[in-house]
């Protein structure tokens, strides 16, 4: 891990998509070609792939008067026979992506998300991921689409992929197999633990092949991360939508902010008939309970009686633990409590060298970038104690040790 000084800057090169409308694979390369991803590169790239019966297209077009590109793949007329009697399995895509001249990253990349699809679809056809033929998955536009995002991303230098919660429509589509209801069976099962939003819209709005470029490579958010906003995108859906714009949006940007971020409960109570020395002795036991902090605030309380509010941060695993030993060891009748999200430093623990000895410090980190550097105080009290020396002299030659790292190995 390579530490870098406080002044220095790591911009992370992040893309978020908006679905507001759903997603499929066209929808997706539009919106980057529309952001400013160069569709020559794409065909250039394509190329490696050893497939010739194609044609990629692009055009801007208005949805509920809002531009788009909406991006397209034709396949041949000499090829069009028997691409559409064709039987992919995963194996044979593989093996086309694999004996390919792409880079390592996109070929990678490009098979997890087809990995993804046949996990779907042999769940929903009761069969194993190897025996699954891919069908409308496995013809030539969606591996296009597959491949052509993942190829996009790499060029984009894309390092993290955010996307909104995703809006399925309602109704039928026919498949291979006949009729299925909307959302497609394979589409619901890539999206299981996502956030989906169901719409009465008599659209597929949300493809599997949209679904699994989504799921396999991004992280689904509530709302676009803070980024300095660079680029914009709109790609179209085929077809004009009454009730919403039939777009999919994409926003590039850069981030020096990302934080680690979780989410704990908060426990509250106010307390006021409990002598004072029980406090301390009460925190003692619910941070040895596992709690993450706790703190005494000084409040009045009704009858303009003095009081103490006792607040815990702790989380899921050790939350019936600390409730227990507040309820035990205080003498409270009830206890607040409300879930509260948190931005973090990435934290690691590192001995450094001191003329003291060695002392172990914790950093705190912002990508890569150290941001603040705490020495640990009981290291730090026992080497005072023990060189009969002032505590901070040994707490800033932690710091200053600290200081000098370049790099840990």
């Known amino acids: 891990v390579l530490f870098r000084s406080l002044n220095d800057n790591i911009l992370m090169k992040i893309v978020y998509f908006d679905c507001f409308s759903g997603a499929s694979g066209d929808m997706i390369l539009g919106a980057l070609i529309d952001a400013g991803f160069n569709q020559k590169e794409l065909s ?34 000499s090829a069009a026979n028997d691409e559409h009697h064709k039987k992919r399995t995963l194996k044979d895509i593989s093996k086309l992506i694999n004996e390919s001249s792409l880079s390592e990253s996109v070929k990678r990349d490009s098979i997890r998300i087809f990995e993804n699809l046949a996990n779907a679809e042999a769940k929903v056809h009761n069969t194993t991921p190897e025996k699954v033929h891919f069908h409308e998955v496995g013809a030539i536009d969606s591996i296009v689409d597959i491949v052509g995002a993942v190829i996009a991303f790499d060029s984009l230098k894309i390092e993290n992929i955010y996307f909104s ?62 980024i300095t906003l660079n680029q914009i995108g709109y790609g179209a859906g085929s077809n004009e939508i009454p009730q919403i714009p039939n777009l999919l949006r994409v926003m590039i940007g850069e981030t020096v902010t990302v934080a680690e971020q979780d989410e704990v409960w908060m426990l509250e109570t106010n307390i006021d008939d409990m002598p004072g020395e029980h406090f301390g002795y009460l925190l003692e ?21 003095p009081g103490t509010l006792i607040s815990v941060l702790v989380d899921d695993e050790y939350l019936s633990r600390v409730e227990k030993i507040i309820f035990e060891q205080s003498t409270t009748f009830g206890i607040r409590k409300y879930k509260v999200s948190r931005k973090k430093l990435k934290r690691e623990f590192v001995d450094v060298k001191t003329e003291y ?11 890569e970038c150290i941001k603040n550097i705490t020495p640990e105080h009981e290291n730090c009290r026992k080497i005072a104690d023990a060189k009969e020396l002032p505590l901070r002299l040994v ?10 790292i370049k790099e840990k190995t």
Request: hydrophobic letters at 40%; glycine letters at 10%; charged letters at 20%.
């Open 165 to 226: 919660p995703i809006r399925t429509g309602t109704g039928f589509v026919k498949c291979q197999h006949g009729q299925f209801p909307i959302p497609a069976p394979a589409t619901v099962e890539i999206l299981k633990g996502y956030h989906v939003i169901g719409t009465d819209i008599h659209r597929e709005l949300t493809t599997p092949t949209g679904a699994a470029i989504l799921t396999t490579l991004g992280v689904n958010v509530k709302m676009c991360p803070e």
């Open 44 to 77: 250039s790239e394509l190329k490696k792939l050893g497939i010739n019966n194609y044609e990629l297209s692009s055009e801007k077009v208005l949805r509920s008067a809002i531009t788009g590109t909406k991006f397209d793949v034709s396949i041949k007329e």
């Open 395 to 404: 707490y800033n030659a932690a710091i200053n040790a600290a200081q000098l």
């Open 357 to 367: 000895g060695m002392i172990k410090v914790k950093i705190g980190m912002l990508n």
């Open 285 to 305: 036991k619910i941070l040895d309970a596992g709690a993450l902090d706790g703190f005494l605030t000084p409040v009045q309380m009704k009858k303009s009686r």
